[in-house]
């Protein structure tokens, strides 16, 4: 399978724990995209980057969320000091930058965060 | 500040009834239009995608949508569904290259097809 994968598909943890998720994109894709999905909403975006280059943050991402992509490939997020607010699920999607024309996003399965 | 409007949050339909959601951005610059689809338990797919030229966009699944520019919508049609297009369906929208390539996505709405 060639697609967008993520890991873990599921993180149990406890308020005030760090966790970290994996985001491997197609392997051509030169841009990755993070989003947040909670119950009854859209995704939210929080982030992109064109290769390793963090292009845009969300307002949505406070101080304890980093995101890197550190060889222009796979990409983490980490949340530190999770708060129950923070249980949601956390998308990532990746696309081919084709100069100025639109993208199209091809999303992963998701991990999907609970914070007791 | 873009935004997405799906104003049906939730559409039950019989087998071979027509389906019409609706689909409303606010941006006012050049906009790329998308409906994905989210199947039970699988992840977001995407159905069909505007750009630029015929504003009657054919996707997947028999699944078709028509840009009008002047009323900022983007609504997706299918003429007769099947129990198996039960899913949420998302529309969202990107600036692209005049903005950013970021999705701004609607709430979504779910389908439930009786069978």
């Known amino acids: 399978d060639t697609g967008v994968s993520q890991n873990p598909r599921h993180k149990i943890t406890k308020r005030g724990q760090n966790v970290t998720f994996r985001c491997d994109p197609i392997?051509?894709?030169?841009?990755l995209y993070w989003y947040r999905q909670t119950l009854g909403q859209g995704p939210e975006f929080l982030t992109y980057?064109?290769?390793?280059?963090?292009?845009?943050k969300s307002r949505l991402l406070s101080d304890r969320f980093s995101a890197e992509r550190p060889k222009g490939s796979f990409s983490t997020l980490e949340i530190q000091r999770t708060e129950q607010g923070d249980s949601a699920m956390y998308l990532c999607?990746?696309?081919?930058?084709?100069?100025?024309?639109?993208?199209?996003?091809?999303f992963g399965p998701g991990t999907r965060l609970t914070v007791l | 500040a873009q935004s997405v409007s799906q104003h049906n949050h939730h559409v039950i339909l019989s087998e071979a009834a027509s389906l019409e959601l609706g689909c409303n951005y606010s941006?006012?610059?050049?906009?790329?239009l998308f409906w994905y689809v989210q199947y039970p338990g699988q992840h977001l797919q995407l159905l069909l995608k505007?750009?630029?030229?015929?504003?009657l966009v054919k996707g997947i699944k028999g699944f078709e949508a028509e840009f009008i520019k002047s009323k900022f919508s983007f609504n997706l049609r299918k003429p007769s569904v099947q129990w198996s297009d039960t899913a949420e369906y998302f529309c969202?929208?990107?600036?692209?290259?005049?903005?950013?390539?970021?999705?701004?996505f609607g709430t979504g709405t779910r389908l439930k097809v009786l069978a």
């Open positions: 941006y006012g610059g050049t906009v790329n």
């Open positions: 999607a990746s696309s081919l930058a084709l100069g100025g024309a639109g993208d199209e996003q091809f």
């Open positions: 392997s051509e894709h030169n841009r």
């Open positions: 969202a929208v990107n600036a692209g290259a005049s903005g950013t390539y970021k999705y701004i």
């Open positions: 505007y750009f630029s030229g015929d504003p």
């Open positions: 980057f064109q290769n390793e280059a963090q292009l845009e």
